[in-house]
């Protein structure tokens, strides 16, 4: 089993719908998780951080956490053309002061 | 958060030979790490660079290969050595800043690297 899996899309979503994307992490112990977005050619970008079981809402984006399901989710509300990218969920190891990453998921608005 | 610099952008480089990649922070941080990201891949670390000490390499990464210097809490480099075509890649430096989030981690512009 992967550290944190992500599915690879391409998610397509209509302008203007909510786009939610998925993580799952396999260590019990991680207590910090992250999105991150990134742009083709670009660097990432970190959009989202996320530390308690529940919601945190920052504009269009919504972090969803469930620790028990080890399960973290974002979505985006209002989705816009500029959205279409690849979001990158990221959760730290409770062993070591790293992060890992997933593979990404590559997401489509379609105006 | 921090603002990160990375040289060169780019280069196109022959097989082996050596290209050192610089990151530089505008403020002290905490933790530096370098990164690959393979084209169409997601990120792998190589190795967190350490203020004073050796680089800590990850499984599949050497220090023969990969030297890493952090002689301060702003400046890191990476080379990347005897280079092979297989070395394409984008390089990252990510840095921790000082802060009360001890792994919250923002990236530099990276270096796309082409050897032919």
């Known amino acids: 089993q992967k550290e944190v899996e992500q599915n690879s899309g391409p998610l397509s979503v209509p302008e203007g719908a909510i786009a939610s994307l998925n993580c799952t992490y396999s260590d019990r112990g991680s207590q910090s998780f992250f999105w991150y977005r990134q742009y083709s050619g670009k660097s990432p970008e970190l959009i989202m951080s996320i530390y308690s079981n529940g919601d945190k809402e920052d504009g269009r984006f919504t972090a969803q956490l469930n620790k028990a399901s080890q399960y973290v989710s974002l979505l985006i509300r209002d989705s816009q053309p500029s959205d279409s990218a690849t979001y990158l969920c990221?959760?730290?190891?409770?062993?070591?002061?790293?992060?890992?990453f997933g593979s990404g998921t590559r997401l489509s608005i379609r105006p | 958060s921090a603002v990160i610099s990375q040289k060169p952008s780019r280069d196109i480089c022959q097989r082996g030979t050596s290209l050192t990649i610089q990151c530089q922070v505008d403020s002290q941080v905490t933790m530096m790490f370098w990164y690959r990201q393979q084209p169409g891949q997601s990120l792998t670390l190589i190795a967190t660079a350490n203020q004073g000490s050796e680089a800590t390499y990850e499984s599949g990464f050497v220090i023969d290969k990969f030297p890493i210097s952090r002689p301060n809490l702003t400046f890191s480099t990476l080379t990347v050595s005897n280079m092979s075509p297989e070395d394409s890649s984008i390089y990252l430096c990510s840095v921790v800043p000082s802060g009360p989030h001890t792994d919250t981690q923002y990236f530099g512009p990276g270096t796309r690297l082409t050897v032919l």
């Open positions: 990221a959760v730290n190891l409770s062993s070591a002061s790293k992060i890992i």
